[in-house]
């Protein structure tokens, strides 16, 4: 049995309502108690003027565009001319596992070294002249190269819906070795299907992805009321898009719908009832000026909320704190205001239930050992009052100290300890260089 001892900390978010300042006790990559730690520790760490946080949960990330990341030309712009403009990128630059890889190498570093330690990765792309279990696989070999926990969501654009299934399938054998379950036993790697949205794939798509879905046990996902979403669905349906989704069965206590920029009330109560999750992403449709998704009116009828970034070519970064600050800022500006407390709730176990996975997103004991040392002690936070409001509202731009994912230090004194994080910056940019020059 191995422990490490957290001690000193200024703060401890234990969870949405419990805040300590008790050394937290890490047995065996296991949140544990006092009395697990009575005969000593392997480890003991100083976190004297630290708030630790359990680990962030970014429920919705799109890896790929990691190396697509959002141009002058491409920002603030109507969604269907970005998705046009996307597109165009994916086709000139080629989508294939080596860059597929790095990419995801990138975006999983990066969001390790801003604290997020599970990502849920929506990926899209899927060219047909590729093998998706490889490319499926490149996310997934990066994930265990860096250490990150990886929900990986075999996603659809208008793909054959019978080809997207049966790739399901393939991924689910070759990765999870046709467990009952979509989780891998260590519970480093989640799988998940998910439509983009009623804007690009119809009523099949979203049937037969539901069907494989329970057939092997995986979470649903999918995308809805974002301005392209709404647009299409009217012309094409005369529905709004929650309704086409409640009516294709895609309302359920299974099932996280991101974005949500343009929701009545009425939808509101609707996705309340079915029981579905919600993920919040202002810094893609902020910046975008796609909208922001009334998270507070959410939360108040009882959705379960998380936080994502979304991807790099609508939002640069994967820095999901500095998303949760904005998403303080900006709640103000549509007249329903969120606490910082509320967010980071949001941030970790909000983000945890809609990805069904209860041992995440809090460090209540029987946890999964996800945290966060966040340092507070320099002139940034001098003169905060509450230090974990500090966290969003003071030092834009925070990084945490040290992560620890499972049990095992991934970051430490601000570094990445699984792999050279510069080199794996040179790989992609080479990649990208070496891409363009040939490209038509």
């Not at 900006?330 to 967010?343: D, H």
């Not at 909000?350 to 209860?358: K, P």
Request: hydrophobic share 45%.
């Amino acid at each position: 049995m191995t422990t490490t001892v957290l001690t000193g900390a200024a703060a401890i978010l234990r969870d949405a309502s419990t805040v300590t300042r008790d050394p937290v006790v890490v047995v065996d990559g296991w949140i544990g108690t006092g009395a697990d730690a009575q005969d000593g520790a392997d480890q003991v760490v100083d976190v004297s003027g630290c708030v630790v946080t359990p680990g962030l949960v970014n429920a919705h990330h799109h890896l790929l565009q990691t190396a697509f990341r959002s141009r002058p030309e491409s920002r603030s712009v109507p969604m269907p001319q970005w998705l046009a403009s996307m597109a165009k990128r994916y086709s000139s630059v080629g989508v294939d596992p080596e860059l597929t890889a790095v990419a995801a190498s990138v975006g999983l570093a990066e969001s390790l070294l801003c604290g997020v330690t599970t990502v849920a990765d929506h990926h899209l792309t899927w060219p047909r002249d590729q093998d998706p279990v490889a490319l499926a696989g490149a996310t997934i070999g990066a994930a265990a190269r860096v250490g990150a926990r990886l929900v990986f969501v075999r996603g659809t654009a208008r793909d054959d819906p019978d080809l997207a299934a049966a790739s399901v399938a393939d991924i689910h054998r070759t990765y999870l070795g046709g467990a009952s379950t979509g989780t891998s036993a260590d519970g480093m790697l989640q799988l998940a299907v998910g439509p983009s949205g009623v804007h690009a794939d119809g009523p099949e798509t979203f049937a037969t992805l539901a069907e494989v879905a329970s057939r092997f046990g995986l979470r649903r996902r999918t995308q809805a009321n974002e301005e392209v979403d709404v647009q299409v669905a009217a012309a094409r349906y005369g529905r709004r898009p929650l309704t086409l989704l409640d009516e294709w069965g895609w309302l359920d206590d299974d099932v996280t719908v991101a974005h949500l920029c343009d929701i009545t009330d009425d939808e509101i109560a609707l996705l309340a009832r079915s029981g579905a999750s919600a993920t919040h992403a202002p810094g893609c449709d902020v910046p975008m000026g796609w909208g922001v998704a009334r998270v507070a009116a959410l939360m108040y009828t009882g959705v379960r909320v998380g936080l994502g970034t979304s991807g790099g070519g609508s939002n640069d970064a994967g820095h999901l704190l500095a998303d949760a600050r904005l998403a303080v800022q900006v709640s103000g500006l549509i007249g329903e205001p969120v606490t910082a407390r509320a967010v980071l709730a949001m941030a970790s176990e909000g983000s945890a239930a809609g990805l069904g996975r209860s041992e995440l997103g809090h460090l209540r004991s029987g946890a999964a050992a996800d945290l966060c040392v966040w340092d507070c002690s320099d002139v940034f936070d001098a003169g905060v009052p509450d230090p974990l409001d500090g966290l969003l509202w003071a030092g834009p731009g925070r990084r945490p100290r040290d992560v620890m994912v499972g049990g095992r230090w991934v970051v430490r004194d601000g570094r990445l300890l699984t792999a050279e994080s510069r080199s794996l910056a040179t790989e992609l940019t080479t990649q990208l260089d070496r891409r363009h020059r040939h490209a038509p």
